[in-house]
C-alpha cells in the first residue's frame, strides 16, 4: 500500500468519523429540545389538572362543613324547641335539671386547614416542575454546541399561576403589608 493512499484514508476516515459525529450531535441535541418542549406543555397539562383538583377538593370539603353545619343547626334548634316548649305556654321549667349543650368539634375545620396546605402545596410543586423544564429548555437555546443545531427555535411559553398580590409586590419590589389581623 502506498504512502499516498494511506493518508487519503485517513482523511477521509476522519472526515466521515467527522461527519457522523456531528450528525449524531446534531440529532442528539434537536431530540432533546423536542423532548423538553413536549414536557413543557404536558407539565403545563398537568398544572392546570392539579389546579383544577385543588379547587374541588376544598370546594366539596367547604360543602361537606356546610351540611355538617346545617344538620349541627337543625338539631340544635329541636331539642332546644322541645326543650323549652313547656316555658312558652306559661308552665315553668324544671330549673334543677342542669344543661349540658353539645360541643362543636373544630376538627373539621382543622381537617379542611390541613386539605388546603396539601393541595397547595401540590400545585406548587407541580408548577416547579414547569419552570425547571423551562429552565433546561432555555438553557439548550443560548449554550454551546446546542444553540448552534437550535438556532431559531422559540423559549417554551409557560403560564404560572400566582395572585395579584404577588405581582404587585414583585413589581414594585415593597412587601409592607405585614399586619396578619386587621
Known amino acids: 500500500m502506498s504512502k499516498n493512499l494511506i493518508i487519503t484514508l485517513v482523511v477521509v476516515g476522519c472526515i466521515v468519523f467527522g461527519i457522523g459525529a456531528f450528525a449524531m450531535g446534531y440529532f442528539n441535541t434537536v431530540n432533546q429540545e423536542a423532548q423538553l418542549a413536549n414536557q413543557g406543555e404536558a407539565q403545563q397539562k398537568v398544572c392546570m389538572t392539579v ?103 422559540k423559549p417554551l411559553e409557560i403560564k404560572i399561576v400566582t395572585s395579584s398580590k404577588t405581582e404587585r409586590t414583585f413589581e414594585t419590589g415593597k412587601e409592607d403589608d405585614v399586619q396578619l389581623i386587621k
Open 51 to 153: 389546579f383544577d383538583k385543588v379547587w374541588k377538593v376544598i370546594d366539596q370539603k367547604v360543602q361537606i362543613l356546610g351540611a355538617y353545619r346545617e344538620d349541627f343547626k337543625s338539631i340544635i334548634l329541636g331539642e332546644m324547641t322541645q326543650r323549652y316548649q313547656g316555658e312558652q305556654k306559661g308552665a315553668p321549667m324544671m330549673k334543677f335539671i342542669q344543661e349540658n349543650n353539645i360541643n362543636i368539634s373544630t376538627e373539621l375545620y382543622k381537617e379542611i386547614m390541613d386539605c388546603i396546605e396539601g393541595q397547595r402545596a401540590e400545585f406548587t410543586t407541580a408548577q416547579k416542575r414547569l419552570i425547571d423544564i423551562k429552565l433546561q429548555h432555555d438553557n439548550m437555546l443560548v449554550t454551546a454546541p446546542w444553540n448552534m443545531f437550535l438556532g431559531g427555535k
